[in-house]
Each structure stands twice: as structure tokens, then as C-alpha cells.
Nanobody, 124 residues
């Protein structure tokens, strides 16, 4: 089990950028595959991006070309760089981790450990 703490959320105008961070503790971070999900009010939690322990990356079609996931195993941290933000990106963003392979990476049930979330609000 690993504990995850997100940071970096906030209020930004459309077209702006934010970088989210997720720091892991309590486990060997390099053993884990990690992902970012988001949940807007009244909507289901949806997959945003994922990265394996070996730095292979995957992202949802809705964020391709705008969001980039990366990780620094030495710092036990995974990042989500978000550029060209849109109002529809407004949501609580969650970091998640799993030791399982990421074949079902869009499925939230694949992930065992979750952070508390960080709010991202994009104004028009």
C-alpha cells in the first residue's frame, strides 16, 4: 500500500496551464504504475492519463496533445502537466497507483491506492 498526496490545483483562465504533482510514500514507488483521474460535479470519475513504472505513457483522447504525464522515481512523484486548459477540464483530479499491469488502465477499479484529490477550475 502507498499513500498519495496531490497538489498543484487551482483556478486558471481558459488557455492557461497548471502542473499537478502527486507524492507517494509508504511503499517502493518504482514498483507502482500510476494514473490520473478526474471527476466533475454530477459526473463519473474518468481516466485522464497513466504511466508505468518504466515510463510508458497513455492518455485519454480528450487530453491528448494538451496534457502530459511524467514521473520521477527518485522523488517518488508523478506529474500531470496541463496546457491549453478548457472549462470542461474543471474537476477534482485524483492520483492513483497500482502494482497491476495497466491493461485496464481506464478502469478506476484497477487502482488500489488513491489520493484525496485536488481541485482544478478553468474559467472561460
Amino acid at each position: 500500500q502507498v499513500q498519495l498526496v496531490e497538489s498543484g490545483g487551482g483556478l486558471v483562465q481558459a488557455g492557461g496551464s497548471l502542473r499537478l504533482s502527486c507524492v507517494a510514500s509508504g511503499g517502493t514507488f518504482s514498483d507502482y504504475n500510476t494514473g490520473w483521474f478526474r471527476q466533475a460535479p454530477g459526473k463519473e470519475r474518468e481516466f485522464v492519463a497513466a504511466i508505468t513504472w518504466s515510463h510508458s505513457t497513455y492518455s485519454a483522447d480528450s487530453v491528448k496533445g494538451r496534457f502530459t504525464i511524467s514521473r520521477d522515481n527518485a522523488k517518488n512523484t508523478v506529474y500531470l502537466q496541463m496546457n491549453s486548459l478548457k472549462p470542461e477540464d474543471t474537476a477534482v483530479y485524483y492520483c492513483a497507483a497500482t502494482k497491476r499491469p495497466l491493461y485496464g488502465r481506464r478502469y478506476s477499479g484497477l487502482y488500489d491506492d488513491w489520493g484525496q484529490g485536488t481541485q482544478v477550475t478553468v474559467s472561460s
